[in-house]
């Protein structure tokens, strides 16, 4: 399994495991579902690494930055990087 895919997966677990989320982005850390927002937000509040997955399966990589000030960009995965 990918890690695109592997993000896919671990987004869809965490929607079942709380449902009426249907929308936004569940974030995704380790190849597991940690948290949901109801739309993709300022990066700076993840650490870089972080991953979002959207309802229809789109991954965003939280990017630059550090552990203690966050991330500073959201950037489209489109493949393996």
């Known amino acids: 399994m990918t ?4 993000a896919r997966a671990a987004a869809t677990d965490w ?3 709380w449902p009426g989320h249907a929308g936004g982005v ?9 948290g949901w927002k ?8 993840e650490r870089p690494g972080a991953l979002a997955v ?12 550090d552990d203690q000030g966050g991330a ?5 995965v489109t493949s393996e990087d």
Request: glycine share 12%.
């Open 3 to 6: 890690d695109l895919q592997a």
């Open 26 to 34: 569940v974030l995704v850390w380790d190849g597991a579902g940690y």
């Open 15 to 17: 929607r079942t495991r």
């Open 54 to 65: 959207d309802a229809d399966g789109n991954v965003y990589r939280a990017e630059g930055g």
């Open 38 to 45: 109801n739309c993709l937000r300022d990066a700076s509040h």
């Open 72 to 76: 500073m960009a959201w950037v489209v």
